[in-house]
């Protein structure tokens, strides 16, 4: 059985619904006390591995559990951000009265976002990596340091939810989802967990 922690980053300093897609940005001071608590609290357990998103934010979080855990962090642009071309860095008030945007969130599965990606596409990276992962040696435990976007959708695959469905549950900053790939198919063990909660 494979384990995976998916992590979203910790705290950036973004005020209200941006898309901040592929822009690099560090964590804010409490973003990196909080991503230490979460290291030191998972770091605590057995970890074979440790992949982290090109986004500095993520390769930050990753950082300080590699310090806890003892591994080095391999980057993955398999699990990095949603490019989100055309509207990274706008907010979503801003993007309301685009009739593309609006089309978008009627039909999330298929349409590309300008300039971007689809979300089909997320998905699809997102999950070969992981099943590749799994397959390449079952007994594992890997900790993967991503987005909110992608974990979502990975988590919503595993479960069975629709692709449009995906943003149903919440992923928190710093917060640890974990799931099982095993002989009887994917479990998610614990969903948007705080370092507290670990």
């Known amino acids: 059985m494979t384990t995976f922690h998916l992590i979203r980053h910790a705290e950036v300093a ?3 619904r941006v898309l901040v ?7 804010t001071d409490q973003g ?10 998972l770091g605590r357990t057995p970890i074979d591995e440790i992949l982290s998103s090109p986004r500095e934010r993520a390769r930050e979080t990753a950082e300080a559990l590699a310090r806890h855990a003892g591994q080095p962090v391999e980057v993955a642009a398999e ?5 989100f071309g055309a509207w990274t860095g706008k907010t979503v008030d801003e993007l309301e009265p685009d009739p593309l945007w609006q089309q978008f969130n009627g039909f999330r599965l298929g349409l590309r976002i300008p300039g971007g990606e ?3 596409d997320v998905q699809t ?8 992962l799994h397959q390449a040696q079952s007994d594992r435990v890997i900790a993967l340091v991503s987005h909110r976007e992608p974990i979502q959708i990975a988590v919503g ?12 549950f919440e992923i928190s900053p710093c917060s640890v989802t974990t799931v099982t790939l095993g002989p009887s198919g994917p479990s998610v063990l614990g969903l948007n967990r705080s370092a507290r909660e670990l």
């Not at 699990?79 to 490019?83: G, K």
């Not at 990276?125 to 590749?132: A, T």
Request: proline residues 2%; hydrophobic residues 45%; negative net charge.
């Open 118 to 120: 689809r979300l089909l």
């Open 125 to 132: 990276r997102m999950i070969e990596l992981l099943l590749r």
């Open 14 to 16: 973004v005020v209200g």
């Open 21 to 27: 897609g592929r822009t690099d940005l560090r964590l």
């Open 32 to 41: 990196r006390e909080h991503a230490e608590q979460l290291g030191a609290r």
């Open 157 to 168: 695959y595993f479960i069975g939810a629709p692709l449009e469905l995906f943003d149903r």
């Open 79 to 83: 699990i990095d951000e949603v490019d």
